[in-house]
């Protein structure tokens, strides 16, 4: 008997007829796979594949990845400028001219009449390094509005305020090359096979070499969950408590690293006062851990020689975000695991470039992790700029989640919207709506005509997408990586970094400042910048980066590579170099589930889909995996309420509600249920996004619903293929 494809026909691999192969970087999560695209004859994009002497993927990309080229031919890109007079009216196509004036010219009238922050601007984590410092240099330097944020705001914002509150800087200290060294990995609120394929992969790749403990902390039975050694299903919200549980089973044990904790460490005393208060039993009651799991956890992390948590959304989405990530870096101070190989403290970030952002855009300071509430770095920039440092504010303005609030009580008139789609991605969706209406002028930059958001905007404006353009994305592990300019943007649409250009020109003060035109001009200016600071790219040139596949920051001058981890001398930046352990008081403040509203209502990703899908709900490769909002519910819930498996079901919140295909699994417990967010007029229908007191941060993946079955099948079908075009 033979076995094989024998008698069968073999599958061919239609030859794409690649005649040349442009390096780039990939442009949706932050992993930061480098990609080739290829052209063939015609100069037409026909293929991507990994680029197998690059460190982050060697050779290997996730099913988005694979399929990124096609995103070029994608429908409903942005073609033209379009204008209208009031959000209900249909758009009139319009030039640049005319609508960069009109947008000048409305933002003039706004600063002039109600004063300069009455202009806000909400930018992303998706556009390059050169054109987030670019945006800054506007929002800073020229239109001088202090409301000036963006989405990271909805998901790195707890991990940088717990980076500074603990570290006193924000930048995350490990590397994917952690995962070859560590003797236990702990992984809260992070689903790395969906959300991040590759450093899962890198995961599995050393898990093969060595064995290793995987603990995984997540309410959900996730992908990351079924692989693990241990899976603590958290009661969602309450991860601080489990932290501190953690530490008090390792400081009453004695497991602790004391030499570390004197040399490097201030706030000891105060610190394990409070964690005395989280004994395994008490917290138990609270976390949903029962007492042994703790201590069993505690101590296995505590006697590795080297221990490393990674965490993402689980933790950051919460009203307890920053505290979390300060409890995770309490965890790894007291054991002496930050900045040692295979001992770290990794916030795995989330869009492709969330950290260029941080870095560079100024939306939390000034650029290159300055802030705004110290006088020498306000004096630095103004003189780089050349303008008075007195324009600058000396205390950073409103957070994302703070502006929304404030268009809706007309403290702010005016938005500039820039690659982010909040219609379908804050909460409460309707309240998004209204506050949206209530705006004199709306302007949406997107590379997609029909993302949501564009439905109430004055002016759109076509923005060129990823490899259209040329510029630097820095991905979790501070790896800078290029992304060469593949195809001209689409139709009429413009480089983001063009239309800043365009802008900065049509104000008075934007004479006084020069804005390079090209992007390796700009990044000329982050190099000289950052020269001798923690956050250094002197050493870096664009032929540098494409040649090492993407260079790790700090790369001082004279560096031929870059360095993998930070704080490896124990000196951190705070001003005595010490870092701080913080205690942390839990106070239970979530929406929870009661008797009207039974279930735990959790958000998050699925490994086909990126955000709002205005890209791969188009790339039929993708989106045939999930074209319809679902939720995932455990069978013995369903069952008592009659909710059948493959049926709709309505989903109700104090803030609204939604339809939904059921989905019976086991991965949720029967008081929860799962919703991927990438559907408009979906989860954001229910979801109540309480903020983190200091991070502002929204805690997404926590609120209640009731859920019932939906009579009327067909109509709850229509009415779900009506939620979304495509
Ligand atoms: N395919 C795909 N990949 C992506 C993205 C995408 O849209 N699609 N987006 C990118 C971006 S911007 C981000 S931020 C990352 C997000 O990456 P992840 O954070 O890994 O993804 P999520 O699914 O949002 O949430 C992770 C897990 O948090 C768990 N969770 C919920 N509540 C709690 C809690 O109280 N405690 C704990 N410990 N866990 C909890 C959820 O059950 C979920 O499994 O993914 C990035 N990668
Ligand atoms: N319920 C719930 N809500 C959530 C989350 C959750 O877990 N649960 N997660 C939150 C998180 S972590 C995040 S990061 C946000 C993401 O939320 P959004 O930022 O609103 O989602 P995206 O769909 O990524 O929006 C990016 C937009 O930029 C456009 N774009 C892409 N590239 C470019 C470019 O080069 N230039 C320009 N101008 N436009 C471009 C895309 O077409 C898209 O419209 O959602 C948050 N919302
Ligand atoms: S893992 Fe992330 S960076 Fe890598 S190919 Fe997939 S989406 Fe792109
Ligand atoms: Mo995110």
């Known amino acids: 008997m033979l076995f094989g494809r024998k008698h069968k026909n073999p599958i061919k691999i239609v030859d794409k007829e690649v005649v040349d192969w442009k390096y780039t970087t990939c442009g ?47 429908e409903n890109r942005g073609r033209v400028p379009l204008m209208r007079n009031q959000y209900y009216e249909d758009f009139q196509e319009a030039g640049w001219d005319q609508t960069l004036d009109r947008t ?27 054109e987030f410092y670019t945006l800054g240099k506007l929002a800073r330097g020229v239109l001088g509005t202090n ?75 996730t992908m990351m969950a079924q692989m693990a050694d241990i899976h603590l299903p958290v009661t969602p919200g309450t991860d601080v408590v489990l932290l501190n549980s953690l530490a008090h089973v390792i400081l009453d044990e004695g497991l602790q690293d004391r030499e570390y904790i004197e040399s490097h460490a201030n706030g000891f005393s105060e610190y394990s006062e409070l964690v005395k208060e989280y004994d395994p039993v008490s917290a138990s009651r609270i976390c949903g851990i029962d007492e042994d799991t703790i201590r069993n956890v505690a101590r296995l992390y505590a006697k590795a020689n080297a221990a490393m948590s990674i965490w993402t959304m689980g933790i ?49 300071g000034l650029p290159g992790y300055r802030a705004l509430e110290h006088e020498q770095d306000r004096t630095d920039i103004a003189n780089f700029w050349g303008i008075d440092k007195e324009f600058f504010p000396k205390k950073r303005g409103m957070f994302q ?56 905007s004055h002016v759109y404006f076509p923005a060129g ?25 689409y139709a009429d649409s413009k480089p983001d970094l063009w239309i800043f250009n365009q802008m900065e020109k049509r104000f008075e003060q934007g004479k006084k400042i020069t804005f390079p035109e090209t992007a390796e001009g700009v990044f000329e200016e982050l190099r000289q910048l950052s020269k001798g600071r923690m956050l250094d790219y ?45 205690p942390l008081p839990f106070v239970d403040n979530n929406e929870r589930p009661d008797d009207g509203y039974p279930f735990w209502l959790n958000s998050g990703r699925v490994v086909e889909h990126f955000h709002t899908r205005t890209r791969t709900g188009k790339l039929g490769n993708l989106n045939k995996f999930s074209p319809t909002p679902y939720m995932e519910m455990n069978p013995d819930a369903a069952s ?56 502002r941060q929204p805690a997404y993946k926590q609120c209640s619903v009731k859920i019932e079955p939906v009579a009327d099948q067909s109509a709850a079908a229509v009415r779900n293929l009506a939620a979304r075009s495509f």
């Open 147 to 221: 409301n000036y944020d963006g989405n990271t705001t909805l998901c790195m914002s707890s991990a940088v305020s717990g980076y500074k509150r603990s570290f006193g800087s924000d930048g995350p200290p490990g590397c994917y090359d952690d995962f070859e060294h560590t003797e236990c990995l702990l992984a809260i609120g992070s689903n790395l096979p969906e959300q991040h394929p590759i450093i899962f992969w890198r995961l599995k790749q050393a898990l093969e070499k060595r064995k290793f403990p995987v603990i995984v902390v997540d309410p959900r039975v």
């Open 465 to 489: 997408l990823w490899a259209e353009k040329e510029g630097c994305f820095t991905n979790t592990e501070r790896r800078v990586n290029l992304i060469r300019n593949v195809l001209p943007p």
């Open 401 to 456: 989640t703070d502006i929304f609030p404030a268009i809706e009580t007309g403290q702010i008139k005016g938005l500039w919207i820039i690659a982010t789609n909040p219609m379908t991605s804050m909460s409460d969706t309707a309240r998004i709506r209204k506050t949206l209406e209530k705006l004199e002028f709306l302007v949406v930059q997107d590379a997609y005509e029909d993302v949501e958001t564009n439905e109430y």
């Open 316 to 364: 950051n989405q919460s009203t307890h975000g920053s505290d979390g990530v300060v409890g995770i870096n309490n965890l790894n101070l007291i054991t002496g695991n930050v900045g040692k190989l295979g001992g770290t403290s990794l916030s795995i970030t989330g869009q492709c470039n969330a950290m260029g952002t941080r870095e560079w855009s100024s939306c939390s």
């Open 28 to 74: 949706y999560c932050s992993t930061g796979c480098s990609i080739e695209v290829g052209l063939d004859k015609t100069g037409k994009a026909v293929s991507s594949r990994g680029v197998a002497s690059a460190d982050v993927n060697r050779g290997k990309l996730c099913l988005k990845g694979i399929f990124e080229h096609e995103l070029f031919y994608s």
């Open 538 to 582: 002197s050493g870096m040139s664009y032929d540098k980066i494409e040649k090492q596949r993407g260079i790790q920051w700090p790369c001082t001058e004279g560096d031929e590579t870059g360095n993998a981890r930070l704080y490896t001398d124990g000196k951190f930046q705070h001003e005595d170099q010490k870092a701080k352990l913080i």
């Open 640 to 695: 008592e309420l009659g909710v059948e498996h493959g049926s709709y079901a309505r989903l109700i919140s104090r803030r609204g509600d939604a339809v939904v295909m059921v989905q019976l699994t086991q991965r949720v417990a029967p008081n929860m249920v799962f919703i991927p967010f990438h559907f408009h007029e979906c989860v954001n229908r229910l979801s109540l996004g309480l903020l983190d007191p200091h991070s």
């Open 104 to 130: 000048a010219s409305e933002i003039k009238r706004i600063q002039d009449t109600y004063g300069r922050d009455a202009f806000a601007i909400v930018s992303t984590g998706q556009i390059m390094t050169e």
